[in-house]
């Protein structure tokens, strides 16, 4: 949804900004292995800006935070934006470190009923585990230690899915607002252009040259950014949960859903 506003542009998920700001913690640092660590992540391919324009491009003696400026005004000049932002999700752990890195930034935090997230979650390349047990205390976790970073950010903002999906431009124009964006009618369109944007994201490889995830897959995963929002998937839990999972969940993970304002039922 920000993505489709004229001005910025996101790029699929990086990973590196916590690397870069472990190297700006260390001090001084070979300009290599800023570079190495940007074009190193298994993420880069997904960027498709050339190793060597970004080398071209990048001063020889950039500091970590320099470097990444540097990428993302590369990728959003690639798209013809003049900002940029992020949308890797595991930075939330983080904020803290990317603040100090990058202290311009602004973090938003969407939060969503964890029943739901848990049935998001299931199946995915990326997730935990698909067993209750694991999936309830996994977004217990990331959202509680996301909040408790959240009290050192000097730019933080919370945002609920489903208010999102109720009200999507009465939420974007908060957003855009905290972000200091003129909101767009552009960014309720997001799903027009997501087709040309999911091209991007292509497979992804470890380290040893295995293959983690396949393009189609990881085009499934977000097929959803291709329609406008669905009202339908807010609270699917109470439809889609087994009575005793429920149970479990907030056995779990209960405390949490009552303070975020959710039926606790």
Not at 28 to 49: N, R
Not at 90 to 117: C, N, T, W
Not at 211 to 231: C, F, I, K, N, Y
Request: charged share 25%; glycine share 8%; with cysteine.
């Amino acid at each position: 949804m920000i993505d489709a506003h004229p001005a910025i542009a996101i790029p699929p998920e990086t990973g590196f900004l916590t690397a870069l700001s472990g190297l700006a913690a260390i001090g001084a640092v070979q300009p290599d292995s800023v570079f190495k660590t940007i074009t190193g992540a298994p993420t880069w391919p997904d960027f498709q800006i050339a190793r060597e324009a970004f080398r071209t491009r990048l001063n020889k003696n950039a500091a970590p935070a320099e470097a990444a400026r540097c990428f993302y005004q590369m990728y959003a000049e690639k798209h013809g934006k003049s900002r940029w932002g992020d949308k890797t999700p595991l930075y939330g752990l983080h904020m803290l470190k990317i603040q100090s890195l990058l202290p311009e930034a602004h973090f938003i935090h969407l939060i969503r009923d964890g029943r739901d997230v848990a049935l998001s979650l299931r199946g995915v390349w990326f997730s935990p585990s698909d067993d209750i047990e694991t999936l309830a205390a996994y977004w217990r976790d990331t959202v509680v230690a996301t909040r408790e970073q959240s009290r050192g950010c000097a730019h933080y903002l919370e945002v609920h899915y489903e208010e999102l999906v109720r009200d999507p431009p009465g939420v974007l124009e908060q957003v855009a607002n905290f972000i200091t964006l003129d909101f767009d009618p552009c960014m309720l369109r997001y799903f027009e252009n997501a087709p040309r944007r999911l091209e991007e994201h292509g497979e992804r490889w470890d380290a040893d040259g295995k293959l983690v995830v396949g393009r189609g897959e990881r085009h499934r995963q977000q097929s959803m950014t291709t329609a406008p929002p669905d009202q339908s998937r807010i609270f699917g839990w109470r439809r889609d949960l087994s009575r005793h999972e429920g149970e479990v969940f907030k056995k779990i993970a209960g405390g949490l859903l009552r303070q975020l304002g959710y039926d606790n039922t």
